[in-house]
């Protein structure tokens, strides 16, 4: 049934006018009359398509309208986000990531990658374990309590390396910090040799939407270092939070007593 549902919507995108019921069965004669009058049935119910009462046509609806504003916001985050990483990767020579949620999960949406000889391959559309990325922490950070609760409770807590924060109590602590920092730290957490730093882009109610994170060596991510970027990563995700999402985040000042993340030994 799925199949055929989507057959039959094969033909809206073939006539954006509007099809009436005769159309569709002539178009689709290996789907039964019976087999289409219930899809119609159920997708007009649902809102994804409507019935127009005088030209007696079905339309695709509001929810599909909807789908496709979340994809063109989609793009439109990694057309505005790409100029301000383009700057990232030639200021510090390391990978720049867009990171977004996905059910739960975090996916990269785009992947710049260093100038280095030596650098981090990292695939776009990837998916990586939420409680051992920066970005995965920046977001999450920033989460109301029931999204995160919902989130994590899906989540088997495992040491992916030595460094890896588990269980969840401790990992919820690290979240604190983060919030706080208002950067996210992956410490060769998710893969040995490599750290990577994230500050998170956010909606105007204040929630994260996606992040931008730096991944490099540890060779070159000194502490120093990703301190240092990861300034400029506030600075570029609230810019990009108030350009896109209309967010007015106080400016952070490099001198301003605020916390700041700390290198240590808390996950061996």
Known sequence: MILKTFQLLETFRESPEGVNYSDLI???????RISIYRILCSLEYLGYIRKDEHSN????????????????KRQDIIRFSLPEMEKL???????????????????????????????????????????????GKAILA???????????ADLSFKKL??????????????????????????????????RCVAAAIRRDCGSPVAAMSVTGPVSRMTPDRIHTIAEDLMQITAALSSH??????????KTANRPVLLFHCRNI
């Not at 002539?26 to 789907?31: L, T």
């Not at 990658?113 to 939420?130: K, M, N, W, Y």
């Open 161 to 194: 390396t030595p460094r890896t924060i588990v269980p969840k109590e401790r990992f919820i602590e690290e979240l604190g910090h983060v919030r706080k920092a208002g950067y996210g730290i992956d410490d060769e957490e998710n893969l040995i040799g490599v």
């Open 89 to 135: 990767r030639d200021k510090y020579g390391e990978n720049v990531n867009l990171i977004k949620i996905d059910r739960g999960e975090f996916v990269t949406l785009k992947t710049l990658e260093g100038t280095h000889p030596l650098r981090v391959t990292h695939l776009t559309d990837r998916r990586e374990a939420v409680y051992s990325s920066a970005s």
């Open 244 to 253: 896109f999402y209309g967010l007015s985040l106080p400016r952070r000042s």
């Open 26 to 32: 002539q178009r689709n004669p290996d789907i039964p």
């Open 142 to 152: 920033l989460m109301d309590e029931e999204e995160r609760h919902n989130v994590l």
């Open 57 to 72: 046509r079905y339309e695709l609806g509001a929810k599909f309208i909807e789908l496709g504003r979340i994809t063109e």
